[in-house]
């Protein structure tokens, strides 16, 4: 079955130092989006990629997509403290209305 | 900005109750969806409504769960005879089509607790 997995499972930085996650998956997809969640609220949307696309940028977060290994990267340069959330991975393998994510990754940005 | 906007956030139930969990998605949105979110793990693809049905449901939802979309704004989720490990985070997501291309908005979700 389709599954969103990222790495790492939790990733720890000083405040203006990028931040890099990756995120697998085993199925074709139509496309994959990366959601940041802080602790214990809701998902908020970052970015969505789709398949025929390998890169694309908004602000400071960079993701990229590569098909060809079912992989995708959300970057973070110049995190701040702010940036300290969990961040999930998810794709929809050809139906955009469900969505399967990943385990997440739990940055935590240091002053 | 349009959001998608959950109530109530926090909801602590006897176990073998009936709770209702509301949502109301964006106003010009077509697709409406429920995800869970037990603590600590991923969160997981409920069902998917659409034009009055369910357009698609995981295994999750079996018989104890049922979705309602009771006039033209709000979106709810039923669930019956409530079970401990119904505990779980309840997110409502909106989008405006099931295109490829779409995003999906998601509320604050509910935290629901059986004790």
């Known amino acids: 079955s389709q599954q969103g997995e990222e790495d790492p499972q939790a990733l720890s930085i000083q405040e203006g130092e990028n931040a890099t996650m990756n995120c697998s998956y085993k199925?074709?997809?139509?496309?994959l989006q990366w959601y940041r969640q802080n602790s214990g609220r809701g998902l908020v949307h970052l970015i969505l990629i789709r398949s025929n696309e390998r890169e694309k940028h908004s602000g400071r977060l960079r993701v990229t997509l590569d098909t060809s290994k079912k992989s995708s990267s959300l970057l973070i340069t110049a995190s701040r403290a702010a940036d300290t959330a969990s961040y999930f991975c998810?794709?929809?393998?050809?139906?955009?209305?469900?969505?399967?994510f990943g385990d997440g990754t739990t940055l935590t940005v240091k002053p | 900005e349009p959001e998608v906007t959950q109530t109530p956030s926090h909801q602590v139930t006897q176990m073998g109750q009936e709770v209702i969990l509301r949502c109301v998605p964006i106003s010009n949105h077509l697709y409406f969806y429920w995800y869970r979110q037990i603590l600590g793990q991923k969160v997981e693809f409920l069902v998917s409504?659409?034009?009055?049905?369910?357009?698609?449901k995981s295994e999750i939802f079996d018989d104890q769960f049922s979705v309602e979309r009771p006039d033209g704004s709000n979106f709810t989720l039923k669930i019956r005879s409530t079970k401990l490990e119904d505990s779980a985070m309840y997110f409502c997501?909106?989008?405006?089509?099931?295109?490829?291309?779409?995003?999906?908005?998601f509320g604050q979700g509910t935290r629901l607790t059986v004790v």
């Open positions: 409504f659409y034009n009055n049905e369910i357009s698609e």
């Open positions: 199925t074709s997809i139509n496309n």
């Open positions: 998810a794709t929809d393998g050809g139906n955009a209305g469900k969505s399967t």
């Open positions: 997501a909106s989008s405006q089509n099931m295109a490829s291309n779409t995003e999906a908005f």
